[in-house]
């Protein structure tokens, strides 16, 4: 299988579960209660008979003064999540350590882990018959070239179908500590350790291997990769259709921290681990598997009010999913609600935290156009005494005019006039002709610049006899920008230059709805300025 994100490879690996196609996660991690104050690691579930087994290190009554571990084995409560009705296995605990390492999917063999064995003559992984619910007739497992003794730091686990072995030692071929292996049973033996190669060990540690009943994912601890909480995190790897080990996946902060975390096993419909994130010893700490909540959005919309209006609004509404969500829209923005747009179609993307994805288009629209009623384009702004348009990163002239060629190409048969203002300072008549130049630079620039047929811009300039409206914030009223009604700012340099500002504009308003090819020729005239005024 191809590597994804963990909650989509769990789905289709790790649980055989009812909800196939929908994400999943995992509820926050909850420690394991029922033990005494001791180290649990190892931990094994058998399914058939709802049991957990595990190993214990630090307990009062190991038999070798508390230094190695014991097998136990405990009823698993995952509703109160606790352990019950502890039991040790004496039958295989001797004096030294003794861990398990395996279960048959049968139930009928269990694979321990002894430093010595019960007769005290070596040191390797055995197999015991479950007979009434004793262990009996252990049996060493030869693996050809695998060579440890009492003092090797080993690990196994042994597949439920109990042909494939995976060991975590330093073996001669490992690039770092314990580096996992690979052994499987063919015609009647054990074949020599494979190592896994460097996509999956690191020169860290790998440790605590566990290989889901599919065989394509492998879970396992480490402390020697570069994208690690700190301490030993567990990953995952996929095997690929090629037969090779996917680059290994942090399982994410829901399960690793900054200590160490090992050792984890699948139980049920949840994952079970060792963490020491508590203190010194590792305890058992278990995650729920829960249903991602489906992704659904609606949204509300405000139209545009008047023609060429920019007050439409979209507000979006999650009624269902799995937060924080992520917003795209096709205007860049990525806020969850816009304001302040024009007509037209607006798209966004909606993605929850757990990759679930919506796309969603809606549509802006504005009343139909008004004939003889004047409507302003976005800014459309003059360096102040002049016709040279203002392109910074306080307004783009050039955006605006485009926005002319938009409504333009949106109806073809209107005819606009393009009607530009200047402020009250300076002469009555030289600001008419000032303005008329603005008017002419526009119009060059759709016509010259942009291929805009002539014959539907008439460009016309009204000096300072038509001031913009203004909505005062000290009385909440609109007023004129007049001469009489700016002097009242005399005092304030900045007020007075962004009011300026506004009177000097260009405003639109359609002229005629019934524009052909059999329209007369522009005036030439409308291509020159008149002549260069200072104002």
Request: aromatic letters at 12%; charged letters at 20%; hydrophobic letters at 30%.
């Amino acid at each position: 299988m191809e590597t994804k994100s963990f909650l989509s490879f769990i789905l289709l690996t790790l649980f055989s579960y009812t909800l196939i196609g929908q994400e999943m996660q995992f509820s926050q991690p909850i420690r394991i209660s029922g033990l005494d104050s001791t180290e649990e690691s190892a931990p094994f579930y058998d399914e058939l008979k709802q049991q957990l087994y595990f190993v214990r290190t630090l307990f009062d009554r190991l038999k070798n003064n508390n230094q190695d571990q014991d097998s136990w084995k405990a009823k698993f409560n995952t509703q109160t999540n606790s352990l019950e009705n502890l039991v040790s296995l004496e039958e295989v605990n001797n004096l030294n350590n003794n861990i398990l390492c395996g279960l048959s999917s049968d139930g009928k063999r269990m694979y321990f882990f002894h430093s010595k064995d019960y007769q005290g003559k070596n040191v390797g992984l055995f197999v015991y018959d479950r007979i009434n619910g004793k262990l009996k007739n252990p049996k060493k497992i030869v693996v050809p070239g695998l060579e440890i003794s009492a003092t090797n730091t080993i690990g196994f686990f042994m597949h439920p179908d109990e042909t494939t072995l995976l060991i975590s030692y330093q073996g001669q071929e490992s690039i770092g500590m314990e580096d996992l292996y690979l052994s499987k049973f063919e015609n009647g033996k054990w074949t020599s350790p494979l190592h896994l190669g460097n996509s999956i060990n690191s020169t860290g540690f790998e440790i605590s291997p566990y290989l889901t009943k599919q065989k394509d994912t492998l879970f396992f601890a480490t402390n020697g990769r570069t994208d690690s909480y700190g301490g030993s995190d567990i990953y995952y790897s996929c095997l690929s259709k090629s037969g090779e080990w996917t680059t290994p996946v942090n399982l994410g902060p829901t399960i690793n921290t900054v200590h160490f975390e090992a050792y984890l096993i699948q139980v049920e419909n949840g994952l079970l681990w060792s963490s020491n994130k508590n203190g010194n010893y590792t305890d058992f700490y278990f995650s729920q598997l829960v249903p991602s909540v489906p992704l659904q959005i609606q949204y509300t919309k405000k139209d545009v009010s008047t023609f060429q209006g920019f007050d439409g609004e979209i507000a979006l509404k999650i009624q269902s999913g799995n937060p924080p969500y992520k917003y795209q829209w096709s205007t860049g923005v990525n806020s969850k609600d816009l304001f302040q747009l024009r007509a037209g179609e607006y798209s966004v993307q909606v993605t929850d935290s757990k990759e679930q994805k919506i796309q969603l288009r809606i549509q802006i629209t504005q009343p139909q156009l008004p004939l003889d009623s004047v409507f302003h384009f976005p800014e459309i702004q003059y360096k102040s005494d002049t016709w040279e348009f203002i392109n910074d990163s306080t307004c783009s002239s050039y955006d605006s005019l485009n926005q002319i060629i938009n409504t333009l190409n949106q109806y073809p048969s209107i005819v606009l006039k393009l009607i530009s203002h200047t402020d009250a300072r300076g002469d009555k008549n030289r600001n008419l002709v000032l303005s008329q130049n603005r008017s002419r630079a526009c119009y060059r620039y759709l016509v010259l610049e942009k291929g805009i047929d002539p014959r539907r811009i008439i460009p016309v300039g009204l000096g300072e006899s038509s001031p913009a409206s203004y909505l005062d914030p000290s009385t909440g009223k609109e007023v004129l920008l007049s001469a009489e009604y700016l002097s009242r700012f005399d005092d304030n340099s900045i007020v007075i230059s962004r009011l300026n500002q506004l009177n000097r504009r260009t405003e639109g308003i359609i002229d005629r709805m019934n524009f052909s090819n059999n329209d007369p020729k522009a005036p030439e005239s409308y291509l020159l300025f008149i002549y260069q005024s200072s104002n």
